[in-house]
């Protein structure tokens, strides 16, 4: 089983930048793919970036590539998600998710471990 507890988020104004954390535990290990997902109010879960725990490729949406950056720090086991010039169409719950494999899929349902959620709102 492998626990993941997101941290930071809240209320922000458009333009400005914010940093989630995901921290990690139980059987995680670099054989596990991470990724960030968000949910708007009355829409579906959707991608947002991913990586893997062994390093390499970071993969991110069209919409947030170029203003978001996911990391990890295996010393911590934690994920991060820096968010920079957000926009209030950047709201939603983020959450975090792992999958076993080194494949970083995109969509919610190849991930099998969820974290509860942040929520993130951008207020113009």
């Known amino acids: 089983q492998v626990q993941l507890v997101e941290s930071g988020g809240g209320l922000v104004q458009a333009g400005d930048s914010t940093l989630l954390s995901c921290a990690a535990s139980?059987?995680?290990?670099?054989?596990?793919?991470m990724g960030w997902f968000r949910q708007a109010p009355g829409k579906a879960r959707e991608f947002v970036a991913g990586?893997?725990?062994?390093?390499?490729?970071?993969y991110y949406a069209d919409s947030v590539k170029g203003r978001f950056t996911i990391s990890s720090d295996n010393a911590k086991n934690t994920v991060y998600l820096q968010m920079n010039s957000l926009k209030p169409e950047d709201t939603a719950v983020y959450y975090c998710?792992?999958?076993?494999?080194?494949?970083?899929?995109?969509?919610?349902?190849?991930?099998?471990?969820w974290g509860q959620g942040t929520r993130v709102t951008v207020s113009s």
């Open positions: 139980g059987r995680i290990s670099s054989n596990y793919a």
């Open positions: 998710a792992a999958r076993l494999g080194s494949y970083v899929g995109d969509r919610p349902g190849q991930y099998n471990y």
């Open positions: 990586i893997r725990w062994s390093g390499g490729s970071t």
